[in-house]
T-cell receptor, first 116, second 116 residues
Framework: DTGVSQDPRHKITKRGQNVTFRCDPISEHNRLYWYRQTLGQGPEFLTYFQNEAQLEKSRLLSDRFSAERPKGSFSTLEIQRTEQGDSAMYLC??????????????FGSGTRLTVV | SQKIEQNSEALNIQEGKTATLTCNYTNYSPAYLQWYRQDPGRGPVFLLLIRENEKEKRKERLKVTFDTTLKQSLFHITASQPADSATYLCALRSGTSSGNTGKLIFGQGTTLQVKP
């Protein structure tokens, strides 16, 4: 297993367009998280899945954002009608249970979104 | 409101010295605290986890302390090297988080620069 994969690495889109990002977690990890990070800030929680169930969404996540994890494997994050304020790094992380004692989260390298 | 604070000013030290980074939090009762390293353009990488009933944890040149009375964690890198230059993030999982999601809340990170 090669860790958490995110695709694409970079995305430039025009304001108002829809974009979709994909995350492939570590196969045996049942928990998957999406975070957003802007320059100089720490990652900001967006949403969380346990297997295929989306169990928590941040209040920051407007209804333009939707995430899925069909069959509890890969996950997609879609942003509709993008705005310039959506420009950020979108990070996916996975973990086993609540994070096994010594391993924490495994993050992907992120998708850098630029809305022009 | 809940808040995690890390020193936003970069920490510049000489190679071979010990770097000490601080993480303070308010209005949390964290079950555990984690430290991550993040290089530019990459996702965070897990370093260490310390539980609320542990005072200190070590891993090679890294040491983390956790004082739940002071609501503070210190992260030390001994015999620092230029390769240790990166941004270091602390993250908390609240012990009162409903549903036991394992959701982490991150600080904004402190950038460490180790000069040869």
């Amino acid at each position: 297993d090669t860790g958490v994969s995110q695709d694409p690495r970079h995305k430039i889109t025009k304001r108002g367009q829809n974009v979709t990002f994909r995350c492939d977690p570590i196969s045996e990890h049942n928990r998957l998280y999406w975070y957003r990070q802007t320059l100089g800030q720490g990652p900001e929680f967006l949403t969380y899945f346990q297997n295929e169930a989306q169990l928590e969404k941040s209040r920051l996540l407007s209804d333009r954002f939707s995430a899925e994890r069909p069959k509890g494997s890969f996950s997609t994050l879609e942003i509709q009608r993008t705005e310039q304020g959506d420009s950020a790094m979108y990070l996916c992380a996975s973990s086993l249970g609540a994070g096994t004692a010594n391993y924490g989260y495994t993050f992907g390298s992120g998708t850098r979104l630029t809305v022009v | 409101s809940q808040k995690i604070e890390q020193n936003s000013e970069a920490l510049n030290i000489q190679e071979g010295k010990t770097a000490t980074l601080t993480c303070n939090y308010t209005n949390y009762s964290p079950a555990y605290l984690q430290w991550y390293r993040q290089d530019p353009g990459r996702g965070p990488v897990f370093l260490l986890l310390i539980r609320e009933n542990e005072k200190e944890k070590r891993k090679e040149r890294l040491k983390v302390t956790f004082d739940t009375t002071l609501k503070q964690s210190l992260f030390h890198i001994t015999a620092s090297q230029p390769a240790d230059s990166a941004t270091y993030l602390c993250a908390l999982r609240s012990g009162t988080s409903s549903g036991n999601t394992g959701k982490l809340i991150f600080g904004q990170g402190t950038t460490l620069q180790v000069k040869p």
